[in-house]
């Protein structure tokens, strides 16, 4: 498994922009598919975006395709969330997770979790 560390959460504006990073620690983060989900209070963690191992695929949850960007960089074993146009709605706590092989929109396909960093956008 790889341990994961969150950044870059914060409070901002609406229709304001955020990047997200998560750092992986390990040798063979290059080997997994990566994957951002958010939980907002009281509600179920959701799936955002994922990315294939070598980041020429990414996938997205129809509320923020457009507006989301996911994207990694194997060599400095990070992958990003690049949020733009934030709404009120966006706010929660991101998490990213990893899972060998090909990414999936479900989150207990995951085996490796962040801590999450939070996200809070003012109306």
């Known amino acids: 498994q790889v341990q994961l560390v969150e950044s870059g959460g914060g409070l901002v504006q609406t229709g304001g922009s955020l990047r997200l990073s998560c750092a992986a620690s390990g040798r063979t983060f290059s080997s997994y598919a990566m994957g951002w989900f958010r939980q907002a209070p009281g509600k179920e963690r959701e799936f955002v975006a994922c990315i294939t191992v070598g980041g020429y695929t990414t996938y997205y949850a129809d509320s923020v395709k457009g507006r989301f960007t996911i994207s990694r960089d194997n060599a400095k074993n990070t992958v990003y969330l690049q949020m733009t146009s934030l709404q009120p709605e966006d706010t929660a706590l991101y998490y990213c997770?990893?899972?060998?092989?090909?990414?999936?929109?479900?989150?207990?396909?995951?085996?490796?979790w962040g801590q999450g960093t939070q996200v809070t956008v003012s109306s």
């Open positions: 997770a990893a899972r060998k092989a090909i990414p999936t929109r479900h989150p207990n396909d995951y085996n490796s």
